[in-house]
């Protein structure tokens, strides 16, 4: 198993930046594929971003693209979501996954991961 803690959520005004943890233990946190998700109220949950096992390999919603870079240090068993010029609608609960997929065009999909934070909120104000 796999335990993932996420950490640096807040309140920012819009056009503003904050950047996402996601701290991992248990098995071998470079043998995943590492996505963030996000869930708005009154929305489904939705995918964020996906990276592979090595890094070399990142996947994106079309409405986060250009704004926000998903990494990943394997030495520190840690996930980031870097999220620049935040606009009200990124405003939801991110939660980190992990998946043992090794198809990318699966990626984005909340079947392939399964192992799941428990989420940081994410508030931008207009």
């Known amino acids: 198993q796999v335990q993932l803690v996420e950490s640096g959520g807040g309140l920012v005004q819009a056009g503003g930046s904050l950047r996402l943890s996601c701290a991992a233990s248990?098995?071998?946190?470079?043998?995943?594929?590492m996505g963030w998700f996000r869930q708005a109220p009154g929305k489904e949950r939705e995918f964020v971003a996906a990276i592979s096992w090595s890094g070399a390999n990142t996947v994106y919603a079309d409405s986060v693209k250009g704004r926000f870079t998903i990494s990943r240090d394997n030495a520190k068993n840690t996930l980031y979501l870097q999220m620049n010029n935040l606009k009200p609608e990124d405003t939801a609960v991110y939660c980190c996954a992990a998946s043992s997929s090794g198809h990318a065009s699966r990626w984005s999909y909340r079947y392939e991961y399964a192992y799941w934070g428990q989420g940081t909120q994410v508030t931008v104000s207009s």
């Open positions: 248990g098995r071998a946190f470079s043998n995943y594929v």
